[in-house]
């Protein structure tokens, strides 16, 4: 499994990146921030990755 990673220049602070990756992601001042890179186990982090409104996942 790769890590996940965010781009912080191509992210828009829409928040849709952390609906499948709760546990993995969080917004800080708009900005997705991998906090936990190991639990991608436990969700779809291909999911927050190919369906967001751009590609910063």
């Known amino acids: 499994m790769a890590t996940p990673k965010v781009d912080l220049e ?5 928040g849709l990146c952390r609906e499948p990756c ?8 708009d900005k997705a921030w ?8 436990a969700c779809d982090c291909r999911q ?3 369906s967001r409104p751009v ?3």
Do not use: Q, S
């Open 48 to 50: 927050a990755a190919d």
């Open 22 to 29: 709760p546990n993995i992601l969080e917004l800080r001042d």
């Open 10 to 14: 191509a992210g828009i602070g829409c």
């Open 34 to 41: 991998v906090t936990n890179p190991d639990g991608c186990k």
């Open 55 to 57: 590609t910063a996942v």
